[in-house]
């Protein structure tokens, strides 16, 4: 097998959810001898193999830099020429980065018949210029730019509740890589780690052979069945719900704080834990106030949540957008948490999949589901999640499929 020199890009490389998946996939690419591995991102960093574009949201607030920066279009240009990959595996890259990479991917490519370029979808930023395909001046879900050509319902809407400004320039930006940049002709395969992402991707035309479903790689399968048999992990259970995540309104956390408020003398015995920050976090410790046995713990280093996951009994994702695959979720089935997830997009699909998660479709049934967990307990057993951790796939697995879509 000849070796390949592959590129990953990603907005940033410190953080969660996307990033978190990034640095999984920097981890696992670099133990195989037949790839010469580089990366970049926004953040700074002192590995040799990591690039640094400029981070087009720090700094003077610069309107055509929030659109095109025209300084990583430079230093786009420069890393190609210095790695010469194979393969270009993007990931996010609207936000931070900005689509003013496309233009050099594409001379690149053009000039390299062997260059393969691949991205791996975390969100809608594709199809929505909110990124979530949620109206945000409604607070609900919305569909209304799929399979339309120039998207302007961020125009229309005012979907984008913060400014009208800030609304023209994510639609300038969007337009701007799909129809001057070609961003989805540019792409040789999206790699959706849902299927609902994937049929997003079909109704916006893109065609079925340009669409691979991988779930992202989630390392700690093996530690978790080792704890899972030896019954270790269920001896520090204690009775408390997480939520882990931003603290933003569609996240719906202030739905499970008024749930959880509700319900208070029914749950005495248990804690709610709430880890994240964001912009909503002073008001929902406001709405939490009178509430009993209520905590907020900041944002924490992903070590830290794993270690208090080992602890707590159920994770709640009140989201109300359309989550793509959370990790989170499958993080909580490998630490023993049961699940309890918003029965829409990724999140209903994780639940049809692995039905030891629980799901509602609105606040009455979240309400009806913690009130059984508080007075009946959780009727499962180590043996309920082993089944379904088995059914998630290994680093090895990831890897192997992977590397198909790369050498293919």
Known sequence: M???????????????????VFRENIKILSIDDNINLYYASTDKCDEKRHYTFDDSRKGIFNPIKYVHNFKNQ???????????????HIHNFYSHITPSILKPIYEYKNSNDRVKVIQTLHDYSLICHNFT?????????????????????ILKERCHSRSFILGLLRFLRTNNALNIHKHTDLIDLFICPSNFLREILLSEGIKEEKTLVLPNPISGKEDSIRLMKSSELFDKKKNIILYVGRL??????????LV????????????????GEGKMQSYLQTLARNAYNVEFWGGLERDKVLETMKEAKVLVLPSLWFE???TVVIEAILNGVVPVVRDIGG??????????????????ELSDIIKTICVRGLEVKNTDFLNYINQIDSVESYLSKIKEVYFS
């Open 248 to 257: 933003a309104y569609e996240k719906g956390v202030h739905e499970l704080i």
């Open 347 to 364: 999140m209903k699909e994780l639940a049809e999949k692995y039905k030891i998660i629980r799901s509602f479709k609105n606040i009455e």
């Open 324 to 326: 793509n695959q959370p």
């Open 260 to 275: 959880w408020k509700n319900i208070n003398q029914i749950c005495k015995d248990w804690k709610l834990i709430i880890i």
């Open 74 to 88: 430079k230093i786009m240009k420069a890393i190609l020429l210095e790695t010469k990959p194979d393969i270009i």
């Open 2 to 20: 000849k070796r390949k020199t592959v590129l990953l890009i990603n907005d940033k490389l410190y953080g969660g959810g996307a990033e978190t």
């Open 133 to 153: 395909l949620y109206n945000y001046s409604k607070n609900e879900p919305c569909l209304l730019c799929v399979g339309s050509k120039y998207k302007t319902a």
